[in-house]
């Protein structure tokens, strides 16, 4: 009788495992190191060779033709009151491309997000496996942008850098 209901526990609890979904724009989500040169291929003068990290996730409504790019670390204010730079940039996920022209700002939402900011982004691309973490040493995927802000008309910064790894070692 123990055996048996045992055996019956144990059948009741197998559960089937239901498969976790994806975001439709998932291989080109996360976080990013990446470092600012100007169009002449220099480092950028307030930057430098320092890395900043940019961020990149779907929409709420999990589009597959646009995806969020948060720029707060590399352009907004993090001392108070906090500054939040982030726009709906348009995707391609066959080819992993993605570009905005005069994107409007996130909306303030309780943040002082500056409402009249527009963001332009061209020639933004992931390339899967295009970088390796410079202390790990690991494989992992590349990212590169051009970046105008409307405060700044006329200055294009090109980000690029590598998905960030999590090993401490390729952290900045």
Not at 4 to 20: H, R, T, V
Not at 67 to 88: I, S
Request: hydrophobic letters at 30%; glycine letters at 10%; aromatic letters at 10%.
């Amino acid at each position: 009788m123990y055996i048996l209901s045992l055996l019956i526990i144990g059948l009741s609890a197998c559960k089937k495992e239901e498969p976790i979904g994806g975001t439709s724009v998932q291989d080109m989500s996360g976080e990013w190191w990446v470092q600012a040169k100007d169009a002449d291929g220099k480092f950028s003068t307030f930057l430098g060779e320092d890395f900043v990290k940019i961020v990149t996730f779907n929409t709420s409504d999990n589009s597959t033709s646009q995806m969020w790019v948060d720029l707060t670390e590399f352009w907004g204010t993090n001392t108070p009151p906090k500054q939040l730079v982030q726009v709906k940039a348009n995707v391609n996920t066959g080819d992993k491309t993605f570009s905005i022209t005069n994107g409007n700002n996130v909306p303030d939402n309780g943040y002082k997000n500056d409402p009249n900011l527009k963001i332009t982004i061209k020639n933004g691309k992931v390339i899967t496996d295009g970088a390796v973490g410079p202390g790990s040493k690991q494989k992992t995927d590349a990212i590169s942008l051009d970046v105008e802000f409307s405060d700044e008309p006329g200055t294009i910064y090109k980000l690029s850098g590598y998905h960030r790894t999590k090993f401490p070692d390729d952290d900045h």
